[in-house]
C-alpha cells in the first residue's frame, strides 16, 4: 500500500497568512488538508511528493511570514485505522445523523453514511456541520442542487434524500472524487452527477441551490460565477470561512445580486445564506 507523507506547516503569524497558503497548496497535489492551532497539516502520497513542488508556494519568500516546516510518513493502513478509531457518529439534528459504514444503524430518517478516507466532510467540522443544518432548514424536493468543492459529497447525499432533483457535486481533488464515488453508491443516489473540476460548467444549467463549502480566498473569487449560475430566487449557501470576514463576502456577493438572509455562527466558523434577486 501507498505511503503518505504528513506535512505540517507552522504559520507565524496565523493570520491572515494561514489561508492564503492553504488556498496556494490546493492548486498542488496533495490530497488532504487539516488547519491546526497554528498552521496546516497536507498529506501527499511519498512516491507524488517532490521538494521542487513548493517552489510554487510564493509565500516562503514573503519576509511579513515565517513559515516552518516538518514532514513524517504515514503508512496508509495506519491512516485508515486512525480515522476508524477518532470517526465517531454525529448527529446534526433529531431526524439526521452522520455515520460510518461500520457503525450500527441508527434507523434516522436522514442517516447518510459517509466514510471520508483521504478527502474533507464527515460533519465533524464546524463548516459542513453549519452548511447541514441549512440544508435541512430549506425546501430541496424537487430543486436542482450544486454541491461546489464536495468533498465526500455530504452535502450533495443530504440534498438527495431531502428531494432533490438534479444534483451536481464538483471537485477537483482526485481523493476527493473516488470518495465520492464510494458514499454516492453506498447511499443510493443515483441522481449526483460527479463532476471531476475547479469550476462551474455556466452553460450547463442554472441551480436553485449551491452550496460551497471552500476557502474565503476561493469563494471571493467565485462568487460572480454562483451568482451567473442560479436561477432567479435561487438561494448560495457558503461557509469556510472565519466570522470576522463576514462583511468581506456579505459586500462581494451584494456587487453580484446576492443578500444576506440567514446565517449561522459555530466557534469562529460562520456559514451565510444569500438570496439571488
Given amino acids: 500500500m501507498d505511503t503518505y507523507l504528513g506535512l505540517h506547516f507552522r504559520v507565524v503569524p496565523k493570520e491572515p497568512w494561514t489561508e492564503i497558503l492553504f488556498a496556494q497548496l490546493q492548486n498542488l497535489p496533495f490530497e488532504s488538508f487539516e488547519i491546526t492551532k497554528n498552521g496546516i497539516n497536507a498529506y501527499i502520497k511519498e512516491l507524488e511528493f517532490r521538494e521542487s513542488l513548493l517552489n510554487k508556494i510564493d509565500l ?5 511570514i515565517k513559515i516552518e516546516l516538518k514532514s513524517r510518513k504515514i503508512p496508509f493502513e495506519n491512516w485508515n485505522l486512525k480515522w476508524e478509531k477518532n470517526f ?3 448527529e446534526i439534528d433529531s431526524n439526521c445523523l452522520i455515520r460510518a459504514d461500520f457503525h450500527e444503524k441508527f434507523g434516522k430518517k436522514y442517516e447518510l453514511v459517509i466514510n471520508p478516507r483521504m478527502s474533507f466532510g464527515t460533519g465533524h467540522h464546524e463548516t459542513t456541520f453549519m452548511m447541514m443544518k441549512f440544508a435541512l432548514k ?3 424536493k424537487d430543486k436542482s442542487i450544486l454541491d461546489m468543492g464536495c468533498g465526500t459529497s455530504i452535502l450533495a447525499i443530504l440534498a438527495s434524500k431531502l428531494g432533490a432533483d438534479k444534483i451536481d457535486a464538483i471537485d477537483n481533488n482526485p481523493a476527493c472524487i473516488e470518495s465520492s464515488k464510494e458514499n454516492i453508491q453506498i447511499n443510493k443516489c443515483d441522481n449526483i452527477n460527479l463532476i471531476f473540476d475547479d469550476k462551474i460548467d455556466q452553460k450547463k444549467t442554472l441551480y436553485d441551490v449551491i452550496f460551497a463549502n471552500i476557502n474565503l480566498n476561493v469563494l471571493i473569487q467565485q462568487i460572480p460565477d454562483y451568482s451567473n449560475s442560479l436561477n432567479l430566487n435561487g438561494d448560495l449557501i457558503l461557509s469556510g ?3 470576522k ?3 468581506k463576502i456579505k459586500n ?3 456587487r453580484f445580486g446576492l443578500y444576506l438572509t440567514d446565517q449561522k455562527q459555530k466557534n469562529d466558523w460562520c456559514s451565510l445564506r444569500f438570496n439571488y434577486a
Fill in 241 to 243: 470561512f472565519y466570522v
Fill in 245 to 247: 470576514d463576514i462583511l
Fill in 252 to 254: 462581494k456577493c451584494k
Fill in 138 to 140: 430549506i425546501n430541496l
Fill in 88 to 90: 465517531k457518529p454525529i
Fill in 60 to 64: 516562503f519568500s514573503n519576509d511579513a
